[in-house]
């Protein structure tokens, strides 16, 4: 894999606060990383460290193989961000402000029609971005982040004011960029939203990363039980004969059931489940969510301070 970003034991200190504390990591072209964590745990720090708006304290942070701090960083024409916040000139229209940043960056303005479009502001291109919604708003500085089809994407809350048709286009959009090579890194609240769009999930916690891999790889290190739901024809509570494994079914519904089990012993479960009930109408197995994981682990990191 060909690495984009790379965070070398990096600390970034303000006085005596640590918003960052020996972090390491390395973002490859073609990933869809998803950085979470709680206000205050470093994720906007490190947005700015890859940005070269701060210098690390200590440590190394490079950026398509160069120094994003230094003086010269030839690299950040490849580089798309998009604040949590956006702010633009009230007074330009929305076509106005994407050719501004599209000069700034190089990039053919002919660009900027279609990433109007795709961002739904094609009707309101020639309004003064002073009447856009806030949501609206959003959209152009999601237009000014894709300009130039960069080859590293930070996304700040990057759905933030998005309706559900317009967020299902923009992750669209961006498996698109994922699958051309564009390394996309977006920090955000919306664990759920996210829990199927990114193959990756940093978590972090007090400047600290406490979790790094794919769902899958994260389920794995937390052991978190998988919920069986069981829906029957009819009463009653179904039966297992799974041995020698306890499993005590919660009822949820008129005939519906449910059961947590250790993903070691689902299999063992369904197979007994099924075999010793001929009146199942349904089975859902659930694995646990990244709402649960990113609890787990941060519960975790807090017990063995």
């Known amino acids: 894999m060909t690495e984009t970003v790379k965070l070398a034991g990096v600390t970034k200190t303000y006085g005596t606060f640590n918003a960052i504390s020996d972090a ?8 869809n990383i998803a950085l979470v964590g ?21 440590g190394k942070v490079l950026v398509l193989g160069e120094d994003p701090a230094a003086g010269q960083f030839a690299a ?10 956006v702010s633009f000139n009230m007074a330009l229209t929305g076509r106005e402000t994407l050719s501004f940043y599209a000069r700034l960056k190089s990039v053919p303005l002919k660009e900027t029609a279609d990433l109007l479009d795709h961002v739904g502001l094609s009707h ?47 992750y669209d959009l961006l498996e698109v960029m994922r699958a051309e090579g564009t390394t996309i890194l977006m920090s955000s609240h919306a664990l759920t939203e996210l829990e199927n769009r990114v193959g990756r999930v940093i978590i972090a916690n007090r400047g600290k990363v ?33 041995q020698p494994l306890q499993i005590h079914w919660q009822k949820t ?18 197979h007994s489940v099924i075999a010793q009930n001929h009146n199942i109408t349904d089975i859902d197995v659930m694995a646990p969510t990244l709402d649960e994981l990113y609890a787990h682990f941060l519960t975790a990191k807090e ?3």
């Open 24 to 31: 390491s990591y390395v973002l490859n072209a073609g990933e």
């Open 38 to 58: 709680h206000n205050g745990a470093g994720k906007t720090t490190m947005i700015k460290l890859m940005l070269g708006l701060i210098r690390p304290t200590e």
């Open 76 to 85: 950040r024409r490849r580089l798309g961000y998009l604040p949590e916040h």
């Open 124 to 170: 309101a291109a020639d309004r003064r971005v002073g009447t856009y919604s806030k949501g609206m708003r959003q959209r152009l500085g999601l237009a000014q982040a894709l300009l130039g089809k960069p080859a590293v994407l930070l996304l700040d809350e990057p759905t933030t004011g998005l309706d559900p048709a317009l967020r299902k286009n923009f």
């Open 210 to 242: 406490i979790a790094d891999g794919s769902l899958d790889d994260l389920r794995h290190i937390a052991r978190l039980p998988v919920r069986i739901r069981v829906s029957l024809a009819g009463e009653g509570a179904p039966l297992s004969a799974a």
């Open 253 to 270: 519904g008129f005939s519906t059931f449910e059961t947590d089990v250790l993903a070691e012993d689902k299999m063992q479960v369904l």
């Open 303 to 305: 017990a063995a301070e």
